[in-house]
């Protein structure tokens, strides 16, 4: 469903008109900031395939700090590896890898450890690598990363809507202090009890992807 179909389906619930644009009206831009609110509760309540995406970062000899290009800050790893050598990488605190690369001599070899080190001038999460690359590898980390805020009138939601829509209807009842028919506490129940059955059919799928957090 596209972002201005979820806001319409949320009205519709609400027993409010349907607009022809998100930003038609007050309410319907305050409709549209809860589906943005709800996208990101069932995007963090989950890993959900749809949004995995392969990041690979080619090494250079002698640098052990790279960017996360396009992944930004809020990403999961499901997985890490050194295509190149066929090693898994590790991840380890940063205080390990601050020790690694400025106590006593620092190794050059193939990076088996990394660790995140703050965000580039691009608002993406920067990595440190070790033993510093002594040469090009390939590094391949398999992530999790959240669809951007939904702007556009047109753009698909990734996650599955019926969870975005009782979401968002769920927190446009708790704004309203009314019940339309559910009060807020029944309609949080029954997102949650949605959550779960899609969960359980996910897994099911991706039995890899089980981790799962009940907001």
Not at 40 to 47: F, G, I, K, L, T
Not at 112 to 122: E, H, L
Request: net charge negative; aromatic share 10%.
């Amino acid at each position: 469903m596209t972002y201005l179909e979820l806001v319409n389906d949320v009205l519709i619930r609400l027993r409010e008109a349907e607009v022809e644009t998100v930003s038609q009206t007050d309410y319907s831009k305050l409709i549209g900031k809860f589906v943005n609110d709800a996208k990101r509760q069932v995007e963090d309540s989950y890993s959900w395939n749809v949004l995995s995406t392969t990041l690979t970062i080619s090494t250079v000899a002698n640098t052990h700090s790279y960017s996360m290009t396009g992944a930004g800050q809020k990403f999961r790893v499901v997985d890490a590896i050194n295509d190149t050598q066929d090693l898994t990488l590790r991840n380890i605190p940063f205080a390990n890898m601050n020790r690694f690369l400025n106590f006593g001599t620092t190794q050059t070899a193939a990076p088996t450890y990394y660790a995140f080190n703050g965000v580039d001038g691009s608002d993406d999460t920067k990595v440190d690598v070790y033993p510093v690359p002594d040469a090009v590898y390939s590094l391949v980390f398999d992530l999790i990363v959240p669809q951007a805020t939904l702007s556009s009138d047109s753009t698909s939601l990734l996650v599955p809507s019926e969870l975005v829509i009782q979401n968002a209807y769920a927190r446009a009842l708790v704004e309203r202090g009314e019940d339309g028919g559910l009060n807020s506490s029944e309609a949080y129940q029954l997102y949650r009890s949605m959550l779960s059955d899609y969960i359980a059919l996910e897994s099911t799928r991706y039995p890899e992807e089980m981790t799962f957090e009940a907001n």
